[in-house]
């Protein structure tokens, strides 16, 4: 299915109207706008050539949340001090499943952040073809520098009024920034207590709670077989050799980085909210477990990297885009990637962009590395790894089974491979050209589309 390259003056208009109608409806939510005039670019003409997703008004009612919940969460710190902090549960879409996305606890949240990460998993969830509706929660928690006992007390807390709108049919929540297996364990414990066995309530468990094997990686693993699919299809060989460039030193991106360098690449730079390192040699296994375990206690910065290893550089306060690569991963936070940091990259050589984190990269340099030959994967396909895997965890909890790592891992390849295909199909210009952005877009709002013109459900 080829696309027009270029938007008539009508559609740009109509376009325009729309993006302003949400921003009149969701004033101050930047992130959130953002996150929709991403996909309405691509999607609303599309919807406007349909006529019965047209007359539905598919992304009218895609923007406007199911419900949302907000809530005090009342803890305890190690001083007997009371603190409060605010909690997000956003219910965005339950029409291809139970309501699916992860917890983020960072000091940035609020509630577009958690409205846009909401609205972002509508069209990842849908590309996974599993039966996942859309959420996604957090708080402005801010775990550094908290103690174990801190962070498992405010988890509990957490837990006291989010158990209130979850379930395995309603709404299963899982990680993200600041929420890992052990947070997850904190969360699901407090849930048994509650309520009783439930493990298909939550994903992102440790296996021995329930958990999936191989969940731990699947995001970062995910998004290195996506980057493969795309060299393949272009022609562009294989990762061997290819010079990357990541951000992050969390989930998303020492996994991403432990199957890269399996694979042959060259790892040059992780960072974390302090800076970034640069190991002009690579980062080889030994020194990637290193960082692994130092990051895996809270707040330690990636400084700390070089007392141990001399040939390694750390760039105080500087994200790693002015590294020269083949492929930029940025596995970090959102808006990561600014409009210079894209000139820097293209410049360096970059030709492969692909988005571990979610909406990483600002509209203007999106647009930019497209002028300039960089493929571009958007995070909603290239990250889908990891609530793939969690969707299957779901199906484990349900059949009270487990499979194997071996079983789990074809899966994932399989899923990335067909999530690759969509945007092919749906993604290809009339140049023959690939713009895996509008792939991504469309594919992932058609399968919602079809689902809400079948049920055809208006009250009133
Ligand atoms: P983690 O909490 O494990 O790691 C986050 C990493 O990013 C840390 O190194 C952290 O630095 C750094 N970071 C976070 N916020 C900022 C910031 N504002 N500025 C600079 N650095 C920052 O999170 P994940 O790896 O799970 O998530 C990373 C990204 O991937 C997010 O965008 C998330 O939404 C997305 N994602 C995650 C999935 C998952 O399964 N976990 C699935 C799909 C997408 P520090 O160590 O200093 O805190
Ligand atoms: O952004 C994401 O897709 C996640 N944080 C994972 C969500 C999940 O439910 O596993």
Redesign the pocket.
Known sequence: MAVMTSLSEREQRAIMEFIEEVRRVHPHEPEFLQAVAEVARDVYPYELSVPEYREARILHRLTEADRIVIFRVTWRDDQGRIRVNRGYRVQMTNVLGPYKG?L?F?P?VNLSIIKF?AFEQIF?NSLTTLPLGAGKGGADFD??GKSDAEIRRFCQAFMMELHKHIGRYIDVP???????SKEIGYLYGMLLQLRGYEPGALT?KSPEIGGSLL?LE???YGLIYFVEEMLRYHGEGTLEGKRIVI????????YAAEKALEKGARILT?????GFIYDPDGLDEEKLAYIQKL?SR?????REVCTRYRTIQFYSGK?PWSVPCDIALP????N?ITLDDARLLVDQGCRVLAE?????TVPEAIEYFQEKGVLVAP?KAA?????AV?GLEMTQNAMRWWWSRQDIDRHLQEIMRRIHEQCIKYGQMEDGRINYVRGANIAGYDRVARAMVQMDLVLG
């Open positions: 992860g983020r960072h940035s990460l990842k775990p550094r899982a990680g993200d920034i600041g929420v890992g992102g969940r699947a995001t970062g951000s992050g030193a969390g989930n998303v991106a020492l992780l960072s974390d909210s302090t990051k809270r707040g330690v910065s990636l994200r596995c970090a936070t959102q990561e571990g984190a979610n909406m990483p995070g990250n889908a790894g990891g609530v969690s």
